[in-house]
């Protein structure tokens, strides 16, 4: 049988021992793409930003997340129109991108994503 990278024993016809492997898998899990039911053609996140960058008034779009648009939201609570962002998109882009792992990716959403409360700030599908 073969040594792990850590000097264990690796698990038989394996490279790596148990501990390292239960390890990767939580890793791995961790990393997984969160699933998101908005799914967008090619070219229809920037024909929508085009779009919100005609809108007059207060609306906020997010630094490096043009990725997570979903589209143009309105409605009786709101003053004018604003971005829509996908949530479960946000989250993968903040675990691909910057290495969050997904609760880190969730807290950081909620803190510092979310919680925006200017005029024009964004609205967040919960996909
Ligand atoms: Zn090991």
Redesign the pocket.
Known sequence: MS??????Q?RPGQR??????A?YMREWRQRKPVLSRMEMEDGQIEEILEAASCIEGDIIKLDGLDGAVVGIADGFNFEGEVLAYSTAKIVNILMERDGMDYDEAVEFFDFNIRGLGVPGAPVFIRD
Not at 3 to 8: I, M, S
């Open positions: 040594k792990c990278k850590c000097g264990n690796a790596t021992c148990p501990e390292c492997h390890t």
